[in-house]
């Protein structure tokens, strides 16, 4: 089992700073990829940013030169640097993990219960 956590959500005007924070907790040698995906009133879930064990990163383009993951294997966490923040990026914030199958359990992936993010004036 895999635990998320998030916090650092808030209400931000636009052009502003928010930093999201997100920490694991449970079998966490079983976590390869990280990420952060977001969820707008009637827009699907889609891909903020992901980072694997290795440090390599993907972005979506929505947010690239604005935001920044980055991850703490030692600590178990990860985060999202997001700044110059726009009205558009108004929604709850999921940290997600891939977590590999293990001798008595299947891959899967973990969901953390979100964190909302207002950016508006």
């Known amino acids: 089992q895999v635990r998320l956590v998030e916090s650092g959500g808030g209400l931000v005007q636009p052009g502003g700073s928010l930093r999201l924070s997100c920490a694991a907790s449970?079998?966490?040698?079983?976590?390869?990829?990280m990420g952060w995906y977001r969820q707008a009133p009637g827009i699907q879930r889609e891909l903020v940013a992901t980072i694997t064990d290795g440090g390599s990163t993907n972005y979506a383009d929505s947010i690239k030169g604005r935001f920044t993951i980055s991850r703490d294997n030692a600590k178990n966490t990860v985060a999202l640097q997001m700044n110059s923040l726009k009205s558009e990026d108004t929604a709850i914030y999921y940290c997600?993990?891939?977590?590999?199958?293990?001798?008595?359990?299947?891959?899967?992936?973990?969901w953390g219960q979100g964190t909302k993010v207002t950016v508006a004036s």
């Open positions: 449970g079998s966490v040698f079983l976590i390869n990829n």
């Open positions: 997600y993990a891939g977590v590999r199958g293990s001798t008595f359990t299947r891959p899967y992936d973990s």
